[in-house]
């Protein structure tokens, strides 16, 4: 049956003004000339014609038809007049745009901050088919609110729809009280726990205690960076002792046993407490059996790798070029050969649930900081731009999983955990018409001088694969094609993540429960 659209007489169009041209070329002073002064979309109505549309619980060969910002029909053979903008996506993969649940823009840490802000780091995603990001806000001076207004002066500049995290770096009733606005104000359902990062940002398990309980009673999600940071401080010492103080010290001093010494701690915490918990970069096997374990006996966790603990070793970190080995180094550390091959079984087999970058980027001048004492390196890798080719080409076309699963753990699974399906992560009547086109047969290749980021180094150096993210559509408008960025300073939108998704649903049915097999006080005779 055909769909027929109406003819509308009068399109609206959007052009870019000389200021916001100037604004991006000199926001990313690395995409050259041919970046600069291209339109940002001439429709605000689009038909792609032909693809096989892919969700998270279906697949089939449709058309969809998006106006103004959002999906009006997804069905076969929808008929429009000559004046909408028409995409052919014959023989190509039509998919709700990414979702990076981890990310660090503008971000402050180990005295400097990350080159990549609101604007690059958006962009070069926007270029991977990436089309919103959830990024971690950092207190001020353990402030949540001044936190917040920081962050919310960083994202101006946004191109493409964001969230926010909130991190947690010290207990007082003032901070408990923030977390109620942030979730009923602000539109924050998450709160992430650091428990490495010994002297500025690491809690101790008494605060974390007081942070699950929190989040609990306000229906958001706990999150942990799950590192014993006392052991990891002993560890960094004992390498300094032994005269290692190149980048391999870094991944000697905080090995996968400290890494899965405390996600078992937070998970069995988050049990006592009885409240869903969500750990963050999940880097080797010792964390993601202690995950598997705890999803067996039927807890909530929640379990993100990211796509540099998927893919690399650390051997890069022996390198003899301090400046080489320097731009590896991450917290947790990249893992030897064999976790990152056990961790992409775990996420075919669902053991593990959806993909990160935890991107946080600093340049080659920024990683040299650290000569002559790793402890000084900024931490932080990139991955915005590459996450969604390198799952495709590693999990997909290897095999691993399905195309329905590769839509789950890039979109779908994250908008579901935090509170924002089907508005994201679905092709569906209704949601936003953040899409992409990936032509499965089309190859890409990574090089830090054709990336859309500030930084001059990429941990992906070179590599090669199947899966072509060929067209990116954000917010209803054409971002990405051709090759070309078409992006405007301050498009992006705000996200607000209601509380209380579905991990929370029966925990009140949980406790009731628990209190009931208590068979307690006992009433006892004082005499």
């Known amino acids: 049956m055909e ?20 604004q991006f070329c000199d926001a990313t002073n690395i995409y050259g000339d041919s970046g600069c002064n291209v339109p940002s979309s001439v429709s605000s109505k689009i038909l792609i014609k032909g693809g096989t549309v892919v969700n998270a619980h279906h697949k089939e060969v449709a058309d969809v038809y998006i106006e103004d910002g959002t999906i009006v029909a997804v069905q076969p053979n929808i008929k429009v007049g000559d004046d ?24 402050e840490f180990m005295g400097s901050e990350t080159i990549d802000d609101f604007f690059s780091g958006q962009a070069a995603a926007l270029a991977g088919g990436t089309t ?107 390498m300094i002792e032994l005269g290692i103080t190149g980048p391999e010290g870094h991944a000697l001093s905080r090995p996968p046993v400290l890494e899965g010494e405390a996600t078992a701690r937070a998970i069995r915490l988050a049990s006592f407490v009885n409240t869903p918990l969500y ?107 590459e996450r969604m080719h390198l799952v495709w080409d590693t999990m997909v076309a290897s095999g691993q999983i399905s195309v329905t699963d590769y839509v789950r753990i890039t979109s779908t699974e994250c908008a579901r955990i935090f509170n924002i399906y089907p508005r994201k992560g679905a092709l569906l009547v209704g949601s936003d018409a953040d899409i992409i086109i990936l032509n499965p047969n089309s190859s890409f290749e990574i090089s830090s001088k054709s990336h859309h980021y500030r ?7 070179g590599w090669r694969g199947k899966g072509k993210v060929e067209v990116t559509i954000a917010g209803g408008r054409v971002v990405w094609e051709n090759n070309e960025l078409k992006v405007i300073p301050g498009a992006g939108k705000y996200i607000e993540m209601p509380p209380f998704s579905y991990l929370f649903d029966g925990i009140d049915k949980a406790d009731a429960k628990y209190f009931s097999s208590l068979r307690a006080p006992v009433k006892r005779s004082m005499t």
Not at 198 to 222: T, W, Y
Not at 304 to 331: K, Q, T
Not at 455 to 461: K, L
Request: proline share 3%; glycine share 8%; net charge negative.
């Open 455 to 461: 930084t001059d180094t990429n941990v992906y150096e």
């Open 132 to 238: 919103m990001h959830i990024d971690f806000v950092i207190p001020v001076n353990g402030s949540l609110s001044a936190g917040y207004e920081a962050y919310v002066e960083k994202a101006k500049r946004s191109c493409m729809d964001y969230g926010f995290h909130m991190a947690i770096t010290k207990w007082n009733e003032t901070v408990s009280e923030e977390m109620e606005i942030m979730v009923k104000e602000k539109g924050i359902n998450s709160f992430k726990f650091f428990l490495a990062y010994k002297g500025s940002f690491m809690v101790n398990d008494e605060l974390l205690m007081e942070g699950l309980k929190k989040c609990k009673s306000l229906g958001a999600l706990a999150m942990v960076h799950a590192e014993n940071g006392d052991a990891v401080f002993e560890g960094q010492k004992r």
């Open 3 to 22: 769909f027929l659209i109406p003819l509308v007489s009068l399109l609206a169009l959007f052009s870019v003004s000389e200021s916001n041209n100037n």
């Open 84 to 107: 909408i903008k028409v995409i052919d996506a014959t023989g190509k993969l039509v998919m709700p745009g990414g979702i990076d649940p981890h990310t660090h823009l503008a971000m």
């Open 279 to 385: 750990v963050v970069h999940v880097m080797s096997i010792d964390a993601m059996e202690e995950i598997a374990r705890a999803r067996k006996s039927g807890q909530r966790v929640v379990g993100e790798p990211v796509v540099s603990g998927l893919l690399l070793n650390d051997s890069v970190l022996w390198d003899p070029d301090f400046h080489f080995a320097a731009r590896y180094i991450m917290s947790p550390p990249i893992r030897e050969a064999g976790h990152g091959t056990a961790l992409q079984a775990a996420l075919a087999t669902g053991l593990l649930q959806l993909v990160g970058t935890d991107h946080c980027t600093f340049n080659s001048t920024q990683k040299a900081l650290g000569i002559g004492d790793f402890r000084k390196i900024p931490n932080g890798v990139n991955g915005m731009e």
